[in-house]
């Protein structure tokens, strides 16, 4: 709590006029400034453009949690944000047409723990919040209606927690017939019985409307939408029964408002995602990953445009745009809660549309003609568009953006004057950060085996001497299908503030650089990724100024796969820390919390083709490690089940004598990094650059 406290007088002198400024000594980025961070998420722009509420998010260090509030401040800027709501778990702020409401999710914590997330309203005007919904489920992301009159939203509630049966004896034993009956972030088995339905409520001041269900049935309904007419709501949904033996494909569907037959809208060869319906309400507009045939790992998102009476094909306006429609940055401070989503945005005149596209690790907006998908860039350069919402005529967007040296703030960009650099109307870390001494990472493209380019970056220590000669640790992302890029990541800000040269690329299989390029490693990963990395620190090894006795390597989820691997393929590195890892394939395949049913990464089952399984699996090649080796694992991570992860490379290297350790993180799962309880992700941060400070020295 001292650290708070400093923090905020720190806020304060630094952005009173009133108070001299005080004058701190430069420091590096430490592990436990993480606790001091204000992340802001989930930006709504108000109708009219004037206004932006979003959510503030917080550490509360005695409790080990976050804590969440509404804000809003002026999309002009000059004046401070000011808190909305009481409140220290709201979110989901979302306006009416008319600009004269708010509807937000408020989850109210008592001593038994928190209550179920419920919707509430609350009259700009003045006045207490009002909550509309106590559904025993709760109920969450809320859309109003086009008159105002009506919130839609999503409940998993059913009728028998309506009206549940009369007490006793219910058993609590599990009778599970489908095979995904885990889910990360879930620490139950899944309950095929419940699913996610679309209910509506009255927004009027009538106390005693009660919520009605629009859908039921064995299929859930996501991304809510209503027709511009107010007379249908529209939904995304995977309305087949036994969806894991197939591909992902996810269709746009239509119901009456008050329920009734439901209808296709919009169908592809893939999944439907986040869409938007046109101002004149004839054309829905939608984020769609088209899916290969044969199938693929990986397939670019491309922007679509369909009739909303359903009667045409959709057309794929961006088909020759060969990069990520609503795609992103990957790194480790995204908003750890209501992070918000990438809108899709009708201009004015309904001839163009406004999205995020991520182009070789940077993810910017775009504005693309609905007609001939003609795009024009309306921001450009190194930085990360982590979510946006537009006003009414799309003229002014709020958006949270981030950089390499930029936590994130809510932003405005104008669009009416071709390219835009956005400008921050919010500044929560500035203080902090000014104290820090950051480096900006150096680009770096260099040539792979076969004379592929693959784009890296080097982030150098604060006292960096090109005359000295440096530990490097290569960092791998996971995915395999993500990217890093252009956006704060802290683990690395600090591992340069410690003395260390971090390396961070983008090898094949990456995503914002093309179909090809991402899709190339289908039925061959791990392999030539991994001697993309290599490649890369051939690279920078030449370069001068590292040690190459000291080297360390580190990743998550399908870095922490290519970092099992690392090790069993070279001895050049002297340390390796694994985290949320696949040691072996074939485990995974029977474990993990989704469905390997479909040949994404191996054209037959475990059984069929053990061969290939076991070629890929670094616990097959273990007996060529020599690196010492720390893993770090959440207890419930079902994406990558630790059982077939760190847990067998660990009892293999014990075996085998090489150094190792385990960490064991309680209640953690495989968003430990992102999202994890605040104090463990300190201490996962301790145990990683423990390990490599242990083997690797900085000193040198």
């Not at 509309?132 to 009728?159: E, K, N, Y």
């Not at 409307?209 to 995977?238: C, H, K, Q, Y």
């Not at 900006?440 to 000295?468: N, T, V």
Request: with cysteine; glycine share 8%; aromatic share 10%.
């Amino acid at each position: 709590m001292l650290r708070r406290c400093i923090a905020v007088v720190a806020a304060c002198l630094f952005t009173s006029a009133a108070l001299p400024a005080l004058q701190l000594e430069p420091r590096g980025i430490t592990e436990t400034d993480l606790l001091a961070f204000t992340w802001v998420a989930d930006a709504q722009i108000s109708p009219d453009g004037s206004t932006i509420a979003f959510v503030k998010v917080v550490v509360n260090e005695r409790e080990n949690r976050y804590e969440t509030t509404i804000y809003t401040v002026p999309a002009a800027g000059g004046q401070p944000p000011r808190p909305l709501t009481s409140g220290t778990r709201d979110t989901s702020p979302r306006w009416s047409p008319d600009g004269k409401t708010l509807a937000f999710v408020r989850v109210v914590e008592k001593k038994d723990g928190p209550s179920l997330p419920q919707l509430h309203l609350l009259p700009l005007s003045g006045g207490e919040a009002r909550r509309i919904t106590d559904l025993p489920r709760g109920a969450t992301a809320p859309v109003w209606s086009p008159d105002g009159r009506t919130l839609a939203f999503s409940s998993t509630t059913t009728q028998a927690d309506l009206n549940p049966p009369s007490p006793g004896r219910r058993s609590d034993v599990r009778v599970i017939d489908r095979p995904v009956y885990r889910e990360n972030g879930n620490p139950d088995y899944v309950d095929t019985d419940r699913h996610s339905h679309i209910w509506t409520v009255p927004a009027d001041e009538i106390a005693d409307n009660a919520p009605s269900r629009v859908t039921d049935g064995p299929f859930d309904e996501s991304n809510i939408g209503w027709s511009r007419d107010g007379s249908r709501l529209l939904f995304v949904s995977d309305r087949r029964a036994d969806p894991y033996f197939y591909a992902d494909d996810t269709d746009l569907y239509g119901v009456a408002a008050g329920g009734g037959e439901i209808t296709r809208v919009a169908s592809i060869d893939g999944v439907i995602g986040r869409f938007a319906v046109s101002h004149d309400g004839r054309r829905i507009a939608f984020v769609g990953i088209p899916q290969g045939n044969p199938i693929r790992s990986y397939d670019v998102p491309d922007l679509f445009v369909a009739d909303a009476d359903g009667k045409a094909t959709p057309h794929n306006l961006t088909e020759r745009y060969d990069y990520d429609i609503g795609g992103g940055v990957g790194g480790d401070q995204a908003p750890p809660r209501a992070a918000g989503s990438k809108a899709i945005a009708w201009g004015p005149d309904d001839r163009s549309l406004l999205v995020v596209a991520s182009e070789r690790g940077s993810a910017n907006i775009k504005r693309i003609n609905a007609d001939t998908g003609t795009i024009e860039s309306i921001t450009d350069g190194p930085r990360d568009v982590m979510s946006f919402t537009a006003s009414r005529d799309a003229s002014t967007v709020a958006a949270i953006v981030s950089t390499p040296v930029v936590l994130g703030d809510v932003n405005v960009v104008k669009t009416n004057a071709g390219r835009a650099t956005p400008t921050a109307v919010t500044h929560f870390n500035d203080a902090l950060f000014a104290r820090f001494t950051l480096t900006q990472p150096e680009e770096l493209w260099y040539s792979s085996f076969d004379g592929k380019r693959i784009q890296g970056w080097i982030l150098k220590p604060p006292d960096f001497d090109a005359r000295r000669r440096y530990p490097m640790i290569l960092e791998i992302h996971g995915g395999p299908h993500s990217a890093y890029g252009n956006t704060f990541t802290h683990e690395f800000a600090w591992m340069a503030a410690k003395g260390y040269v971090v390396l961070y690329t983008n090898p094949r299989g990456s995503s914002s650089y093309g179909q090809d390029f991402g899709n190339i490693i289908q039925y061959h990963y791990p392999g030539d990724d991994y001697r993309d990395l290599m490649a890369g620190v051939d690279e920078v090894v030449k370069r001068g100024y590292i040690n190459a006795a000291r080297l360390g390597v580190t990743g998550g989820s399908g870095g922490g796969l290519l970092t099992n691997w690392t090790i069993t393929q070279t001895q050049r590195f002297k340390a390796a820390v694994s985290q949320r890892d696949i040691a072996d394939w074939s485990g995974f395949w029977y474990s993990a919390d989704f469905s390997q049913f479909t040949p994404f990464w191996f054209r037959k089952t475990p059984w069929e083709d053990p061969k290939d399984f076991a070629a890929r699996s670094p616990i097959t090649h273990v007996a060529n490690v020599t690196t010492p080796l720390l893993l770090i694992l959440g207890d419930e991570d079902y994406r990558t089940p630790p059982g077939n992860g760190g847990e067998q490379m660990f009892r293999a290297l014990q075996y085998r004598r090489v150094p190792s350790l385990m960490v064991r993180f309680p209640r953690e799962n495989h968003e430990l990094s992102r999202s994890g309880e605040p104090w463990h992700r300190v201490e996962r941060l301790r145990h990683i650059l423990g390990w490599m400070d242990r083997w690797l020295a900085p000193s040198s």
